[in-house]
């Protein structure tokens, strides 16, 4: 099935891809509408899934701005397979394992997204992205004898020991400076820091769900009475509550680590100037 969302303003009118419909019958196009991909997972990513996205924007000319979460899936040094001695051998086998390798691939995908012509691409510092400095932080490319990535490991953690802090992303410091292959158009990606606000017609967009208040886990009861305006992901499945939406997720279905029953969902949101 494939369902479409639509909310209509104050006087009756709505907007569906881009075609506005006011309630006398009439219509006009739409323009600068933002597009939040659910989560990303580069290289665990859905391919035929974004091929048709970059279809719908390239054919499309109402679509300006695209905001990515979790854009790394960080499965080369995630945490969570730190001590699954059987992943770590399958993903050296197979060269998963290399965060150069990981980071060249996130280049490919966000390279694909500025060949359309004057798209801007927001990337929203997300938990996965977060796994990465996690890595750094528990110096564990030495304490796992991790040969592959501690050369890497090194460079990252000069970067994110220096006095400034400017750093907001390690996955941005990979793309620009570790990645095999160069970003095309650096200039068009914009890179939010953690806990940075990215407001767009009134509509928080540079959540990316993971974090609620003091601490605790972000939930739509929380933004929803927190933040009243928003559009958040993280978990993978698309929920709507007042004017907090979450969109879900353009990976695979199957992460390898998610078993049995799922809610999971292949869903975006378009944010329009109304």
């Not at 992303?169 to 970003?183: D, Y």
Request: proline share 1%.
């Amino acid at each position: 099935f494939h369902v479409r969302v639509i909310q209509s303003t104050e006087d009756g009118s709505f907007t569906d891809l881009g075609v506005k419909y006011y309630p006398d019958g009439t219509t006009s196009k739409s323009k600068n509408a933002v597009l939040v991909q659910g989560d990303s997972h580069v290289g665990s990513h859905d391919r035929e899934l974004f091929s048709e996205i970059l279809s719908l924007m390239k054919d499309s000319d109402f679509i300006t701005t695209t905001v990515l979460h979790d854009i790394c899936n960080s499965s080369s040094v995630s945490h969570h397979e730190a001590n699954d001695f059987i992943k770590k051998v399958t993903r050296a086998l197979e060269g998963s394992d290399d965060m150069v390798g990981e980071a060249t691939e996130v280049v490919d995908y966000l390279n694909q997204l500025t060949s359309l012509s004057n798209l801007q691409v927001v990337v929203v510092n997300s938990n996965h992205d977060r796994h990465i400095e996690r890595y750094i932080k528990e110096a564990r490319a030495f304490k796992d004898r991790d040969f592959k990535n501690t050369r890497t490991a090194c460079a990252l953690f000069l970067e994110l020991t220096k006095e400034d802090g400017a750093l907001k992303n390690p996955v941005k410091f990979l793309v620009e400076n570790i990645s095999s292959r160069p970003l095309n158009s650096p200039e068009r990606i914009t890179w939010l820091g953690l806990d940075e606000s990215y407001v767009k017609y009134g509509v928080e967009l540079g959540m990316h769900g993971d974090l609620g208040a003091n601490g605790g886990r972000g939930s739509l009861q929380t933004y929803e009475k927190s933040v009243y305006n928003a559009v958040v992901a993280h978990a993978h499945s698309a929920a709507i509550k007042q004017k907090v939406f979450r969109v879900g997720t353009t990976s695979e279905m199957d992460m390898g680590y998610n078993h049995g029953l799922s809610s999971w969902t292949r869903t975006c949101c378009l944010v329009y100037e109304d």
